[in-house]
């Protein structure tokens, strides 16, 4: 839903549609694994284009466009880097980054989104 919202209103705003979504949560358990399933659909969707697990439950849309969906860790809520340990034994459940704060993931999606080649900007 989010993501055919998202390119509602960069259509509207004479942009784009969106090729990549970033997903930030502060829980390993849910908000991670989440947003790594759904990734885990898009690549299945962009390899065979066809009614596969996962795939098949996304609503056929001209409207879904993203290729990726990047999960991206907070440490302001459920997750405490000196509490909680990210198992490193489940892939669903490692994020694509850690952040601090939210502020910091905005950040880093803004810095992906303006600079993507550059090293510095």
Known sequence: YAETIANKIALANGQPKIDKVYFIGDNP???????NMYNNVLQQA????????????????????AAVCES??????V???GKHKIDGKNPWKLPTTIKLNVLEAI?????K???PSIVSC
């Open 72 to 77: 991206i860790l907070v440490c302001t809520g």
């Open 29 to 35: 358990d849910v908000d991670i694994v989440g947003a």
């Open 107 to 111: 950040k880093y999606v803004l810095f």
């Open 79 to 81: 997750y405490e880097p």
């Open 46 to 65: 962009m390899n065979s284009k066809t009614s596969i697990t996962g795939y098949s439950l996304l609503p056929p849309s001209d409207l879904l466009s």
């Open 113 to 115: 989104e303006t600079c």
